[in-house]
């Protein structure tokens, strides 16, 4: 039970949160909200619930999950001292916002979101864990549909600000990438002319997103694009050593995408007064965050490259490119699980995959999910690697799997899984190490 709390009954296309107000106040509720419309259809109801609980507040409001919102952005306005962040983007604000909160928490002290709390309910749910001695508030921002971000900007009102791509996660959904890059632009309607909007610099929508910025934008990006911060080298699976000031510091996850999401970090905490040994500090604290970037060195010499929380073109590509640029010592097997939320686009874009693996140097490559048979397709057309096609994805198809790749692995062997995160591929790890998945974490 939690006493003295709101209940916000949510409004969706199977359910009605209506129904539960009364184990709401079991739990506790003090403050309850009502629609307009459920209250003309069971005003009774809702009056002896009234009588019932005369400790209760009940307030009737239009809609639900704009009333949650406009509380939310009336609580952010207690605190006007707070230093407001936000990160949006197709792919990687995640992992952008745990290494700037890794960052900043070496100056500030930092509210954030849990995990990916980003969306029209998580967000607004999240700012409420601000406290007076926060200094900075840095949260982060998603979408599933159109104006989403412009509805969260509202909330927080962020004055700092990080896109880190505009990529095709979400396409199927909003039609294209211009409209994609008209939503995550709404992140910046609130930054004045003291703030700052970081753009990545080598992204095609850079000039579209920095046009009409009040405050001061910064672009960040690899070949220096930022003034004293740049990539110094890949440290393949051990990950990537950064400059800064000629401050040299190692992120310890792998790939040049995630380097990217550490340089937009970077500016945003240099814009914050961040120092670059405080940076070297918070760079080196960070460690991958639940099915994301994931390394696994097992028992049996073989490492897995373990990164099923999201996919979508860019990090499917991204990933890929990574594993295959990588050098080690045995083979490569890649596991990849659909991409979902492509919508129209998804055929052409698991053939782009396939074509991908294809040409990648990939011992063997194993497709899950029915979406990935386009992949498989395209990669049996093209190349001549090694390659599987499994339709399910339950535990016993993914069982499957590992038993075959167990049979072949050896020391030194590179295992890449990578899929959204409906898929589940993250299952595999246990069953690939023979470890628990604590022991692997």
């Known amino acids: 039970m939690v006493e003295d709390t709101l209940f916000v009954p949510l409004v969706g296309e199977k359910q009605d949160g209506h129904a539960y107000i009364p184990q709401g106040l079991a739990n506790g509720a003090s403050v309850v909200f009502v629609a307009r419309g459920a209250y003309q259809r069971d005003g009774a109801l809702y009056e002896r619930l009234a009588q019932e609980h005369p400790a209760v507040a009940f307030v009737v409001v239009e809609h639900t999950l704009r009333a949650l919102q406009d509380a939310a952005a009336a609580y952010v306005a207690q605190f006007p001292r707070l230093i407001k962040c936000a990160v949006t983007g197709s792919s990687g604000k995640t992992t952008t916002k745990e290494i700037a909160v890794a960052l900043l928490r070496?100056?500030?002290?930092?509210?954030?979101?849990?995990?990916?709390?980003?969306?029209?309910?998580?967000?607004?749910?999240?700012?409420?864990?601000?406290?007076?001695?926060?200094?900075?508030?840095?949260?982060?921002?998603?979408?599933?549909?159109?104006?989403?971000?412009?509805?969260?900007?509202?909330?927080?009102?962020?004055?700092?600000?990080?896109?880190?791509?505009?990529?095709?996660?979400?396409?199927?959904?909003?039609?294209?990438?211009?409209?994609?890059?008209?939503?995550?632009?709404?992140?910046?309607?609130?930054?004045?002319?003291?703030?700052?909007?970081?753009?990545?610099?080598?992204?095609?929508?850079?000039?579209?997103?920095?046009?009409?910025?009040?405050?001061?934008?910064?672009?960040?990006?690899?070949?220096?694009?930022?003034?004293?911060?740049?990539?110094?080298?890949?440290?393949?699976?051990?990950?990537?050593?950064?400059?800064?000031?000629?401050?040299?510091?190692?992120?310890?996850?792998?790939?040049?995408?995630?380097?990217?999401?550490?340089?937009?970090?970077?500016?945003?905490?240099?814009?914050?007064?961040?120092?670059?040994?405080?940076?070297?500090?918070?760079?080196?604290?960070?460690?991958?965050?639940?099915?994301?970037?994931?390394?696994?060195?097992?028992?049996?010499?073989?490492?897995?490259?373990?990164?099923?929380?999201?996919?979508?073109?860019?990090?499917?590509?991204?990933?890929?490119?990574?594993?295959?640029?990588?050098?080690?010592?045995?083979?490569?097997?890649?596991?990849?699980?659909?991409?979902?939320?492509?919508?129209?686009?998804?055929?052409a874009a698991h053939k782009r995959i396939g074509e991908m693996i294809a040409r990648s140097d990939a011992d063997m490559a194993i497709f899950v999910g029915a979406e990935m048979r386009s992949a498989y397709d395209e990669a049996v057309r093209v190349g001549s690697i090694t390659c599987d096609y499994v339709t399910e994805y339950g535990d016993d198809a993914l069982a499957a799997v590992a038993r075959n790749i167990n049979a072949v692995v050896q020391p030194g062997d590179l295992i890449l899984l990578k899929g959204s995160h409906g898929i589940g591929l993250e299952r595999l790890v246990p069953l690939l190490t023979g470890q628990s998945v604590e022991a692997c974490a």
């Open 106 to 347: 070496q100056k500030y002290k930092v509210v954030t979101n849990e995990g990916n709390l980003n969306s029209e309910t998580g967000l607004p749910l999240s700012v409420f864990a601000i406290r007076p001695e926060h200094e900075v508030g840095l949260f982060e921002m998603g979408m599933n549909r159109r104006g989403e971000i412009a509805e969260l900007a509202a909330v927080l009102k962020p004055n700092f600000a990080i896109v880190t791509n505009i990529g095709t996660a979400h396409v199927g959904l909003l039609g294209s990438r211009q409209a994609i890059a008209d939503e995550k632009k709404q992140i910046f309607a609130h930054v004045g002319t003291d703030g700052v909007a970081v753009i990545p610099a080598q992204d095609d929508f850079a000039d579209f997103l920095a046009d009409g910025v009040k405050g001061t934008v910064v672009r960040y990006g690899t070949d220096g694009v930022t003034s004293g911060i740049r990539i110094l080298h890949d440290d393949g699976l051990d990950g990537t050593t950064l400059c800064v000031d000629d401050t040299e510091m190692r992120l310890p996850l792998p790939g040049t995408y995630n380097a990217l999401n550490a340089l937009a970090a970077i500016a945003l905490a240099r814009a914050l007064g961040v120092s670059a040994v405080q940076m070297k500090a918070g760079i080196e604290s960070v460690r991958p965050l639940g099915a994301r970037s994931r390394i696994v060195r097992a028992a049996n010499g073989v490492t897995i490259l373990a990164d099923c929380y999201n996919a979508n073109p860019d990090s499917m590509e991204k990933a890929i490119a990574f594993c295959t640029d990588v050098q080690i010592q045995g083979k490569k097997y890649f596991i990849l699980g659909d991409m979902l939320e492509l919508g129209d686009a998804s055929c």
